[in-house]
């Protein structure tokens, strides 16, 4: 088994992902991500095993995204775009040739169930990176980093009704990309 620290670094990728596509800023990301493994390697006992590493990591993570959102307020990013805007996010989910998991989800069948299953959060994650970026960073602003719509409406300069109809239309697509990458129906038209 790998040590505490090699498994923060092996997640290091996933983390700088994840503050790329709410920082949009590759400086402000790795910032971000070098704050957060240096927390976690200062008190390692805080993580205790009570959920897995990623969750953990994610956690703290989300607070220095919010950090720097508030940081940086207004700045403009200028940051071209990083390979992993273009690369496919179902990439990163294993999927064989014919659109089937590789490795099946260990319970069908049970709603509730399958909500808490890892694999179920891995495809809503690649649903998510499939929004267009400025929907994706809505979305995320307000269910990962629990931002208050007053929050977001100041830091992205939107009225409250365009916040309204960006996150219905993330919601939308979400729903549709769920539908059809984990529910295995076919997609509302």
């Given at each position: 088994?790998?040590?505490?620290e090699?498994q923060i670094?092996d ?5 700088m ?17 070098s ?5 976690a ?7 205790a ?11 703290i ?10 940081l ?13 805007d ?10 064989q ?8 989800p ?19 994650e ?8 400025a929907?994706?960073?809505l ?7 629990e931002l208050?719509?007053e929050?977001?409406c100041?830091?992205?300069g ?14 939308l697509r979400?729903?549709?990309c769920?539908?059809l990458?984990?529910f295995?129906?076919a997609?509302?038209?």
């Amino acid at each position: 088994m790998a040590s505490f620290e090699q498994q923060i670094i092996d997640l290091r990728d996933y983390l700088m992902k994840f503050a790329r596509l709410q920082l949009r800023n590759d400086a402000w990301a790795e910032d971000a991500v070098s704050e957060t493994v240096l927390a976690a390697l200062a008190k390692p006992q805080a993580f205790a095993n009570r959920s897995q590493l990623k969750t953990w990591l994610v956690g703290i993570l989300k607070h220095k995204v919010v950090d720097a959102l508030r940081l940086h307020g207004r700045e403009v990013s200028t940051s071209p775009e990083s390979d992993d805007d273009q690369a496919d996010p179902m990439d990163y989910i294993q999927f064989q040739a014919d659109g089937h998991f590789t490795e099946a989800p260990a319970e069908w069948g049970d709603p509730e169930q399958q909500m808490r299953s890892r694999q179920f959060f891995e495809v809503l994650e690649a649903c998510t990176s499939q929004l267009p970026a400025a929907q994706g960073r809505l979305f995320l602003m307000r269910e990962w980093l629990e931002l208050s719509s007053e929050e977001i409406c100041k830091e992205l300069g939107l009225t409250p009704t365009n916040l309204y109809v960006q996150l219905h239309r993330a919601r939308l697509r979400l729903r549709e990309c769920l539908e059809l990458n984990w529910f295995g129906k076919a997609a509302v038209p």
